[in-house]
């Protein structure tokens, strides 16, 4: 299965964007990526998806390298609320199970400076 | 909107001790997971099942078994607890429609300390 890498943390301002990196150098042509954030004591929450175009919701938006190979998730003006472990996922189609399964890494953990 | 309820929030066994941990979602989704989250790691598979009546094993089934009796409800449980079982454990559902476009959606997890 393909993997990703996140740095372990990364610091932003309040009220400034934050981009945040994610390789995967692996992934296949049909592997969605996937970003999740998880706050403390919290389930993982969706944050945004994509297959080979940038997307934009009202969360985030998700910029795609052309080769598939990194991708940033980009929040446009950082909250404390904001202050998460965020993941990037890839979902490989299912071969035997019928089912897209997460890999998760270990994940970035965003610190928002008031 | 309740979503993904799991039950108990909290729990401390003794080993040996076993336990079921409800997953019950309202979304009338097909497809549910069990997750375990160890302290500073991401989240791994333990089974899931793609509908009523049937289960898979995911990345680390050992010590675990579920049951899908229901279409709304995933239970797991730990026949003979041991403290490597000692996690958070999350459950998580998604529509079946689509491709690996769906998102999942988690409930706020089972925090479980086996002694």
């Known amino acids: 299965d393909a993997k990703t890498t996140q740095p372990n943390s990364m610091e932003s301002n309040e009220e400034e964007p934050v981009h945040l990196p994610c390789n995967h150098s692996t992934i296949s042509g049909t592997d969605y990526i996937h970003w999740y954030r998880q706050l403390p004591s919290q389930g993982p929450e969706y944050v945004i998806h994509g297959l080979t175009s940038n997307v934009n919701n009202r969360m985030a938006s998700l910029a795609i390298a052309e080769d598939r190979k990194s991708s940033t998730l980009i929040l446009h003006r950082a909250t404390l609320r904001d202050a998460a472990v965020y993941y990037c996922i890839l979902s490989p189609p299912p071969q035997y199970s019928g089912t897209y399964k997460y890999i998760f890494g270990t994940g970035t953990r965003l610190k928002v400076l008031a | 909107n309740a979503g993904v309820t799991q039950t108990p929030k909290f729990r401390v066994l003794k080993t040996g001790q076993s336990m079921t941990l409800l997953c019950a979602q309202d979304?009338?989704?097909?497809?549910m997971y069990w997750y375990r989250q160890d302290p500073g790691m991401g989240l791994r598979l333990i089974h899931y099942s793609v509908g009523e009546g049937t289960t898979a094993k995911g990345e680390v089934p050992d010590g675990y078994n579920v049951s899908r009796l229901k279409k709304q409800n995933f239970l797991l449980g730990l026949e003979s607890a041991a403290p490597s079982q000692t996690s958070v454990y999350f459950c998580a559902s998604r529509n079946a429609r689509g491709a690996g476009n769906q998102p999942q959606h988690f409930g706020d997890g089972t925090r479980l300390s086996i002694l």
């Open positions: 979304m009338n989704h097909e497809y």
